[in-house]
Structures are given as structure tokens and as C-alpha cells.
């Protein structure tokens, strides 16, 4: 049983995947790893023996309170998808032998579905050649897509954002009290959930988002265009949610009716975007208004100066459940969230077999969209609300939020 | 002389205008007016007699402290140039007929340089008529590109916005290791402040971005080309912030060699966008890069959860400096900001005519951008540096910052 643990992170940047990493670091220091190493760039990294003591690093309370306001990877991470084992055994002997180099008897990966892939493999052939080492996932998406966990670390952050400046937007957006339509475009494949979030900017003080577009539901232009027209006739401003994985009936995204580069990445993901400009595009051309696209872009998966407390509080906690659940034993499993209730919200975290998380996506329940397929019902509100719930005050440092780099 | 003061909003949103609001209101009670009316949506929303009265609207501590935290216009705002008087009077008529009849004696118009020549007309068509309402100009635009005024209150808090996400854009975009080129779109038609305020992310955490394009200097693509290689030599992750307005030798936009629809404003401005998106696809094209187009978009302008507190406390400064000099018998001049000094930072008001401020725009000073024209001088630092400083926390409601709204 080696002495070591290791960690990765791989995917997607997000707010609160450092505040996981936090969570691994210091609960196998506490259950005595005697080094804790971190890959860098994730597996593909480890392939090239690129690793850090992070011991060594991450050593005082200011650089782990850092570390957890530092959005995106510490690490570094990687899209890299390991073969089957049963084609390719040569990686799996090239990665052992490095994990039994480093004496390894943990390891850590922190990521979303592909990344759950990659445990689920390395377990597999961990129990097949008889391997000591533990593996265990750790959940991060802002996609909030992983199944068998209520939620994600890392959706709670980016839904705050998207509520937070949706709020803003809208007050942009109503100024000058002439005909505007509004177009946001918001990340998301194959599954709504952070497009829903913007449902959470109504309130007393916000009129909210007129329309909510879900990749859950066909899109239709037409009924789109006639939508808009009949909103417009209430009020002069309006503002649109759209999700960039909008398809249309025929399965094609709505973006590839636009005339952009597109690229294909390692996952065979098609790089979507241009959504809501050629949305806005369209309704300029139909309708008598003026017409705005906004793509929120990178930052509601890295604008860590708006994390949600709640999130990034449960990002931590799924860290220290995979290593407590690692030296207690467990393998080839993920650490799920399990909410206990809403109100008051309470939350605990559990294991589920990795198999069952691996390379599945979780939409958004078509009974929590109301059935003019135009907004999130009061059930999606009570979901989201608690996870966007208090904040971690950005640590400025001569006018800016500041972070921790220098892996 | 009436009793009665007024205030308009005009021109673009930004994060501190209603700060301004608030400066002239409060400043106004204390000076006796008898009451402040709010024009909605400018003096477009004046002409047809549309004003509210905002002394029964935000008597309470708590609604000024939400109006300081809202950004754009509580009022609403316009885009209206009013014509010439000699060529239409009765334009002006209409207006001073309004005036009277609502006992107006002070009149306060925030805006940019196309509102400070609203301020010039009506004060010198006062002046040619003999009455005695006296016009005050209060400054106010992101774009910081107002004559006479050290910088102008919006500036700091989009500065300050562009800093902060820019080092989340870093971290972003340096995640994977591979070679990869964002472009950062910037507003700023014009005056390259906006984009400048990119420099300010360099620091102990944060390596900065790599190249600052300022609409000030002309743009060539092939020497742009090249920069980008000869940077990716040395490291793969470059991140470029580039303004909207980049033009051409020639006198093009850099974002007219793309193909998208192009609006012209009542003002006669182009709405430029793509700038980003062109270059990134030109670098994608010549290049062997990854690339991704960031456009900050109105987020930079309406991002009040991430304003400063030096301009939102000069915002309120300049409101209530209007109101001071307009009871004490000033009209036709604009509050300008003047700094006495760097380290420690000191500002002070005064006023400047109007005349010498309306319609004219101030550029980044040549001299303050390095000799191969790819980044901002220390004097650009000590500049801006100030401007940033400091936060008014947002008031949070149910994890989402709240405003104030309902004119």
C-alpha cells in the first residue's frame, strides 16, 4: 500500500475546483499521507511524470484561503481520454508503474463526466491486475450535468454569476425605454441547467428574464419570432436566456445555421457559440427593434469574485469525503452531493459507483419548465436558490481580487 | 428664480451614474430646493413632459444606499441631440416652457460629452433669453475620454471590472498548457482608456496580459500576425485585450472586415462589435492555435457588484459639487475632477465651461504607451491605479445583489 496521494484536475475550469483541490490537499495531510502530489495538466501530465509536492506549496492558512478564491486549475488541466484498457494496455502499464515510482496508494481526480471516465477505467484495470491503489472522483461542472449527485461543485457559482449579472443586464438593458431585445447566451451543451439559473434574477426589484430558451426543448424560429413580436407589444425591453446547445427539431444547433468556424475537440465536442448573435441577427432582420447579443462567455465558469459560499464550502467538503473515503478503503466510486432538505437547506455528501456517473449527462426535469416552454417553475427556484447562498469576499489587494498561481 | 431643481440621466449606462444621481438630490434638499424633479429618460422624456418627483421616491437612507449600488440609469436615459436653436427654437420653447412651468431654477444633466452639449445649448439659449435657470453639466462615462477633467466618474469602476476579470480570464486561459490565443473585445470607440486598464492585471499573481491594442495607434494585421507568433515562441497562452474601436492605416474599423449587420445611432456612431471575433478567427486561420474571442460587452459598463469605491464616492462628489455651484449662481460650466496628487491620492472638484468639454474627446496620451505599441508605461499605472481602489460591498438578498428600481 504506497504512503503517497495524489491529485488532478481535469475539464472545464470552474470558481471553486481549487477550494476541492483545498479539500484533498488537507484531509490526506490530516489522515497522514506522507506526500500529497498534484499532476500537472491532469493525466495527460501525469503520462509525462509532470507532477508537484504539493505539500511543499500549499503549506500556510493565507495560501489555502487564496487557493479557494483562485478560480480555474491550480493544477492545470487537460481533455485528455484514456483508451480502453483491453486496446491500449501501455498507457495503463506507463501510469502505474509512475503511481507505483511515486508510491502512490491514493489517488484523486477532480472533474466532471469524461473525467469520471478516466477513475472508472483506472480503477477497472487497478482490480483487474490487482493494484492496491485507491481512486476515487471528485464532482466539479458548472454544468450541473453529473448523475447520482443533487447537485455539482461549481454550478451554485456559476448560477449565482448568471443571476447576479442577469440582474444587471436587464437594468442595462431598459434604459432608454425603446424597442430592445436583449439576446444572452449562456453555456450549457446538452443540459439547461445554468440557462435555468437565469430564471433566479426575478425578484422585487427585477422585472427577470422574458424568455428562458433550454436545450431540453426543440427550438423552433418561428414560434421564437412570434414569441418576441407578442412580448414586445407588452413591454419595449425585453431580455432572453438562450442556452449555446439550443437545437433545432432536426437536431442540428441553432448556431450552425450561422457561418462561424466551428471546432471539434479531443471529446469530439463541437466548440458551439454564436447562438444568441444569430439570434439577434434574426429578430433584427424580422422585427421592428434593435437588437443586442451577449455572450456570457468564459467568465460565469471563472468570475470567482462572485463564488457562491454555499459552493464553494461543498467544493471543499467533496475533497475531504474522497480522501476520508479513500484511506477508509473506497475505490472506483465518486463522492455524490445528497440534499436532506430546502428550507433550511441541508446537504451531506455520499459514494456512488463510478460506473454509473461515467460519461452520462443529467438534464433538467421537463416538469420544472412551465408548459408554455417559456420560463423555470417554482420547483427549479427552490432547487437552485439555496446553492447561490452567501459569499466568500474576494481577498483585494490594491483594487483587485487576488489569486495564488506558481504551481 | 424657481424653487425647484431637476436632474437628467443621459448617453450609455454606467455602474456610478445613479451615485451621481444621489449627489445631486441630497445636495439639492440641503440647500433648500423645494423639490427635485427626475426627467425620465432625459431630455427626450422632458419634451413630453414625462419627470417624476424624486423627493417622495428615495426619502430613506437605505433607498440612497441601494440607488449608490444600481447601476445604469434609475431615470432612464436617451440618446436625444437637441438641434440647433437657431434652426429650430421651437424645440427650445417647448423645453423652457416646461421648465417654467414646473418652477425649475436648477437644471443637472449626467452625462457624456454628447450631454455636456446639450448643457452648452440650453445654458447659452438661457443666457440669449434672459432666463435665469442655471445649467450645470455632471460628468459621467466609462470611456473616461471627457476634456478638462483629470477622469470622469464610471471610469474607475470599469477599469477596476476589466482588471479583476481579466486576471479570471488568465487563469482561465492558461489552463490546458497548449497553445491558445484569447482576444478580449473592450469597449472604447475612440479613446483607448478601457482597453489600457487591461494592464493593470499584471501583477505578483498574475502575469498580465501580453499585448494591449489601443484604437489610438493604427492597427496592422500582418505585424499583429506576427507579434502573436514570435509571443507563442515563448509561451503558449497569450491573452490579447484589444479595443472595440482598432482601426485600420486606412481609417477602418478592424471590425468592418468582418461581415456582420452594423447599426448607426441617432449620433451618427457606428455600433462596432467583432473586432475580437475577427482577429481570433484570423489567427486561427494563419496560425497553429487554438483561439477563443472574449467580448467584455456591456457587462464592463453595468458590473456595479464589482465597483469602486473611490468612483462611486467621486460619482456622489461631482453630483453634489453640481448642486453647490448651481445654488451659488453658476450655469453653463461642468464639475471637473482634479487631482492633486498620486501617492497619496488626492482629488478635488472644479468647474470648467461647458463649451471646452462638449463634443471633443481626450485620448490615452501617446507617451504613456511603450515604444513597440504593445503594452501601458508605469505613468498609465500611477494613473489608473488610483481610480480602482476600494469596494462598496453590494448588499446581498437571497445570494444575488440588490438594487433599486421603480421610477
Redesign the interface.
Known amino acids: 500500500m504506497g504512503n503517497n496521494a495524489i491529485v488532478g484536475q481535469s475539464g472545464g ?1 470552474t470558481s471553486v475546483i481549487n477550494s476541492s483541490l483545498a479539500g484533498v490537499l488537507q484531509a490526506c495531510q490530516m489522515r497522514g499521507a506522507k506526500r500529497v502530489y498534484g499532476m ?2 491532469g493525466i495527460q ?1 501525469l503520462l509525462e511524470e509532470r507532477v508537484c509536492d504539493l505539500s511543499g506549496k500549499l503549506g500556510s492558512s493565507m495560501e489555502i484561503e ?1 487557493l479557494k478564491r ?4 491550480y493544477l ?4 485528455y481520454k484514456l483508451p480502453d484498457a483491453a486496446q491500449d494496455p501501455a498507457v495503463y502499464e506507463k501510469l502505474f508503474a509512475i503511481l507505483d515510482k511515486l508510491d502512490i496508494g491514493y489517488f484523486f481526480y477532480i472533474g466532471g463526466n469524461d473525467s469520471m471516465d478516466t477513475i472508472a477505467k483506472l480503477s477497472e484495470y487497478g482490480r483487474q491486475t490487482g493494484s492496491k491503489i485507491r481512486f476515487m472522483g471528485v464532482p466539479k461542472t458548472i454544468d450541473n450535468d453529473l448523475m447520482l449527485t443533487d447537485h455539482t461543485p461549481g454550478y451554485g457559482s456559476a448560477a ?1 454569476y448568471i ?3 442577469m ?3 436587464i ?2 438593458a ?4 425603446t424597442n430592445f431585445v436583449t439576446i444572452v447566451e449562456v453555456m450549457g451543451r446538452n443540459a439547461g441547467w445554468l440557462t435555468a439559473a437565469a430564471a ?2 426575478r ?1 422585487e ?2 422585472e427577470g428574464v422574458d424568455l428562458i430558451c433550454l436545450p431540453e426543448i426543440p427550438f423552433h424560429t418561428d414560434r421564437f419570432l412570434a414569441k418576441v413580436e407578442a412580448m414586445q407589444k407588452e413591454r419595449a425591453s425585453i431580455v432572453i436566456a438562450v442556452s449555446e446547445g439550443v437545437k433545432l427539431p432536426d437536431g442540428r444547433y441553432v448556431c450552425e445555421l450561422s ?3 466551428r ?1 471539434v475537440d479531443a471529446f469530439g465536442h463541437k466548440s458551439l457559440t454564436g447562438t444568441a ?1 444569430y439570434l439577434s ?1 434574426l429578430v ?2 424580422n422585427l421592428p427593434t ?1 437588437t ?1 447579443s ?2 456570457l ?3 460565469q ?6 463564488a ?1 459560499r454555499t459552493d464553494i464550502t461543498e467544493a471543499y467538503q467533496v475533497g475531504g469525503a474522497a480522501a476520508k473515503a479513500a484511506f477508509e478503503g473506497h475505490t472506483g466510486e465518486m463522492v455524490a452531493l445528497k440534499r436532506l432538505s430546502n428550507d433550511p437547506y441541508q446537504c451531506t455528501t455520499e459514494l456512488v459507483d463510478i460506473t454509473k456517473v461515467a460519461n452520462l449527462e443529467k438534464k433538467v426535469p421537463v416538469e420544472w419548465i412551465n408548459s408554455y416552454r417559456t420560463d423555470m417553475l417554482p420547483e427549479f427556484l427552490a432547487y437552485a ?1 439555496p446553492l ?4 466568500l ?1 474576494p481577498i ?10 506558481g504551481r
Open positions: 475550469p500537472l495538466n501530465g487564496l483562485t478560480p480555474s486549475s492545470g488541466s487537460c481533455r449565482k443571476g447576479v449579472v440582474k444587471e443586464i437594468r442595462d431598459t434604459v432608454y425605454g433566479l434574477a425578484g426589484d427585477c457561418d462561424d468556424t471546432f448573435r441577427n433584427a432582420r434593435r443586442r451577449v455572450e462567455s468564459i467568465l465558469r471563472c468570475g470567482a469574485h462572485l457562491s436558490r447561490i447562498q452567501a459569499e469576499t483585494y489587494i490594491n483594487g483587485l481580487a487576488q489569486h495564488i498561481v
